[in-house]
């Protein structure tokens, strides 16, 4: 594992979610694979915002050993419980991270989940997509 580089760049987009404006910056190596995950919740107190710090740390540990797809496919779907308009911070995660992720790995995804969100509106859970 190569050491960090001193200084890194990438992509800071800004989604509306149901806790307010969300920015996740992913840093990226020199063949544009993301390294490093920074997570910001706009305008938070302390608990929301080590919410965010533990989570990018957790995120940018796991890419070190794990395909982007995998991180992705785990904040995908992800809804809370607010009835706020916007994204979930899941899926806000999740919709930063979509450039760098196999579209056929996408489509197949959501898919699922949307089989899984059908299922359960029938009320039977048991036949979710595997």
Same mark, same amino acid.
């Given at each position: ?34 390294? &490093? ?5 706009? +305008? =938070?107190?302390?608990?929301? %915002?080590? #919410?965010?710090?533990?989570? $990018? &740390? ?5 890419? +070190? =050993?794990?395909?982007?797809? %995998?991180? #992705?496919?785990?904040?995908? $779907? ?53």
């Amino acid at each position: 594992m190569k050491p960090r580089p001193e200084t890194l760049s990438g992509p800071r987009p800004r989604y509306k979610t149901k806790c307010g404006w969300f920015y996740v910056t992913i840093n990226c190596d020199d063949s544009d694979k993301p390294i &490093e995950i920074i997570l910001a919740l706009g +305008k =938070t107190g302390t608990c929301a %915002r080590a #919410w965010c710090q533990s989570t $990018g &740390e957790l995120l940018t540990d796991f890419l +070190k =050993t794990s395909k982007v797809e %995998r991180v #992705w496919k785990h904040f995908y $779907g992800v809804e809370c419980v607010n009835n706020a308009e916007g994204l979930s911070c899941q899926n806000a995660i999740a919709k930063a991270l979509e450039s760098y992720v196999d579209p056929e790995f996408i489509e197949k995804v959501k898919n699922k989940v949307a089989e899984q969100r059908e299922a359960q509106a029938k009320g039977n859970i048991n036949e979710t997509a595997e």
